[in-house]
Each structure stands twice: as C-alpha cells, then as structure tokens.
C-alpha cells in the first residue's frame, strides 16, 4: 500500500512528533509513504485574503500527489479541509481548473482531478482496517487519557 504523504506547513514547523508517529504507524503497517518535496502551505491560512492564491497553493499539491498515480494522505485537519473543499471547487469550475493549469504549466505539472484525498485516520480505517491494525499493536493503551489537537 503506498499514497503521496503531504504533511502540511505546521507539522513540520511546530509538530514534527506528529510526522514522526505517521511514519512510525506507517512503517509498521508496511505502507509507504512518498513525500511531497517542495509542496509548500496549503493556502488555508490566506483563504480569506486570498482566495485564488489558496485554489492555486492547494491545486499545485493535488497535482504533485496525481504525478505520483497514488491516493494522498494528509495529517492536518486544516491541509484536508482545504484540498477536498478545493477539489470540490475544481470539479464544479472547469474553467478556473484550465486557469490552475496555465500557472501549473511552469512547473510540468497539471492537474486532472483524479487524485483521491484522504486524511490519515481515514485511509488508516477504511483502506488498511481494524483487522490488520490490531494485529500491528505492540504496546496496549487501555485507559490511558488523551487530548486531541485542533
């Protein structure tokens, strides 16, 4: 099993612990996972000063991840908010899709819309399941207390 891994701007900059528990579950569910070099911000943080700078920042990584022929997976709630809302505004604008790959041209990229997003947990879940999640535990942990992040 094998996706595109975009971690977003923040993981990297605040929380790398996030992207070294990603890749540690990863590695012991025997799924690789192909780095998106060079992708950059999302744009969620400049939507609304922005808006066509956040479609192209987030179109330019949907097509970095198509390059790859694999499904993308993010760890930021915000960085898959914002692709799938992209994605979304894409499919339903083909015109402004034709705009996003006149800018995309400079960089050999283009994108199609074929790509599937999928945010961690969810790939984790539906693609690889419960089953086989399980059977990968090494260290149980039954009642301990946990914060979510967002």
Not at 107 to 118: A, F, N, T
Request: with cysteine.
């Amino acid at each position: 099993m094998e996706y595109s891994y975009y971690m977003g701007c923040q993981v990297p900059a605040q929380l790398p612990n996030y992207d070294l528990a990603t890749r540690k579950v990863a590695e012991s569910l025997d799924i690789k996972l192909i780095d998106l070099l060079e992708s950059g911000c999302c744009g969620c943080v400049i939507r609304s000063v922005n808006p066509y700078t956040w479609i192209a920042l987030s179109t330019r990584i949907l097509a970095m991840a198509e390059r790859t022929k694999h499904d993308l997976i993010t760890i930021c709630p915000g960085c898959y908010t914002t692709l799938v809302e992209v994605q979304s505004i894409l499919s339903e604008k083909p015109s402004l899709r034709k705009r996003m790959n006149t800018i995309l041209e400079k960089e050999s990229l283009i994108y199609k819309g074929e790509v599937k997003v999928k945010h961690l947990l969810t790939a984790l879940y539906f693609d690889k399941g419960i089953e086989e999640i399980k059977k990968a535990v090494t260290n149980s942990l039954k009642g301990l207390k946990v914060a979510v992040h967002y």
